[in-house]
């Protein structure tokens, strides 16, 4: 299964990720993206083939047009998407090298657990967002 709009993979068990995709729902006017965990089936389908490891859930995943973007990348692509404000903050936040962005990251991905939380299960969508989630 293709994905027609890009797909923003987030760990389900994760409060900061559920957080984060909350923000993204809220701030994506024009409905630009779509939601999957990368618990979910079709992330186990589309993100291997796109050189991602699904199992590996320390970062947002933003696969558009066949390509994963991964860590600050993903994080910024996808906030360049809701257009407004913060597509020129995304690009601004891009020249910084990647390589800090990354370890910024990286840091709190290795902690959002403990700072953050985790859930048991996947958290379920509010009604009017049902249909922005696939798998």
């Not at 559920?18 to 006017?29: P, T, Y």
């Amino acid at each position: 299964m293709a994905a027609a709009s890009p797909v923003l993979f987030f760990d389900g068990l994760c409060n900061l990720c559920n957080g984060a995709v909350q923000w993204f729902l809220l701030n994506d006017r024009e409905g630009n993206l779509r939601f999957a965990s990368l618990q979910s089936e079709l992330a186990q389908e589309l993100l291997p083939a796109a050189g991602v490891d699904p199992t590996a859930l320390s970062s947002l995943v933003l696969y558009d047009n066949g390509v994963a973007y991964t860590e600050s990348d993903g994080a910024l692509r996808a906030t360049a998407l809701l257009g407004g404000v913060y597509r020129p903050l995304a690009r601004f936040l891009r020249f910084f090298p990647r390589v800090l962005r990354d370890a910024v990251y990286r840091l709190i991905a290795a902690n959002r657990y403990r700072w953050f939380g985790k859930r048991e299960a996947c958290l379920l969508p509010r009604p009017e967002w049902k249909a922005r989630f696939l798998g």
